[in-house]
């Protein structure tokens, strides 16, 4: 009596959901039994109203069809398991939950029931978001981290290469920017590189890819864009750059951009090949006197 005392007492203070379902996996089934506050605590059902229903009440749009499936055969074999899976509470709030499912047998070793513990893991997979932007997106300005880029980059290679599909890279350059930072401070130069890429944003399409590999240096990726179309866009780019207003505090700055544009060629082996060549192009347009598109030989 006592063990069953202390079972109750921990079923229903846990901050854990507790769901208790029956062993009927035909009609619909299995049903809930049983759920513990904490249930009705996050999902908002009260437990009139879901006791004999199915679990599927919980399924929503992103509930994982194939984690689904793996629950219902091992409950079906009277197995456990422990999955993860994202369930929706009365009022359509997503939630990622954490569930391990054991049986539960009598006496004699008979499957009674089902009992799921499920941990709610909604804020750890928001953090796990965070952090995989953080990798992936240059917290400054929003474009794609150096590393994000070149994965992305490879694979629109490889996509090029198969294909034969024309593949244009351009390398992008503040013009004098340890200037900016020199005569205005760090802040305005931060709030400077905002500005250049909301430009470089404008004239782009949805399907470019534009990365930030350097301090004030920018890399354009132009999936299916010949060279020709990527010079005209380029000085498009440089154009824009030149009219954006810089406003940094009380100043009005004068931003200008060198462009290196490079194609993809059929002695490539990897996008660095592509790489190099427009980085030697944007090399030559600051030799030249900055502000203006260099093309790779």
Known sequence: ???????????????DIVIVYDVELDDGGPHIVYVNP??????????????????????GPNTDKQARYKINRALRKGKGIRTELQKYSKNGQAHWLD???????????????????????????????????????????????????MQHAEKEFTRAKRYNRPLSVMMIDIDHFKDVNDQYGHAAG?????????????????TDVLGRVGGEEFTLLLPDTPIKSASYLAERVRERINKYPYIAG??????????????????????KDILQRA??????????????????A
């Open 1 to 15: 009596m006592m063990m069953d005392k202390l079972f109750e007492n921990l079923v229903t203070k846990t901050d």
């Open 38 to 59: 904490a249930f009705e605590k996050l999902m908002g059902y009260p437990a009139d109203e879901v006791i004999g229903q199915s679990p599927n009440l919980f399924n």
């Open 99 to 149: 569930m391990n499912i054991v049986p539960l047998h009598d006496a004699k070793g008979n499957l009674q029931y089902f009992a799921s513990i499920e941990r709610d893991l909604s804020r750890y997979k928001k953090m796990e978001r965070q952090l995989a932007n953080m990798a992936l997106f240059d917290s400054l300005t929003g474009a794609l981290s150096r590393a994000a880029f």
């Open 190 to 206: 931060d709030h400077v590189l905002q500005i250049f890429v909301e430009a470089i944003e404008e004239e782009i399409r949805s």
């Open 250 to 271: 009380e100043h009005l700055i004068d931003i200008t951009a060198s462009l290196g544009v490079a194609v993809i060629s059929k002695k490539d082996e990897g996008f």
């Open 279 to 296: 980085d030697q192009a944007l090399y030559k347009a600051k030799h030249a006197g900055r502000n203006r598109v260099k093309l790779a």
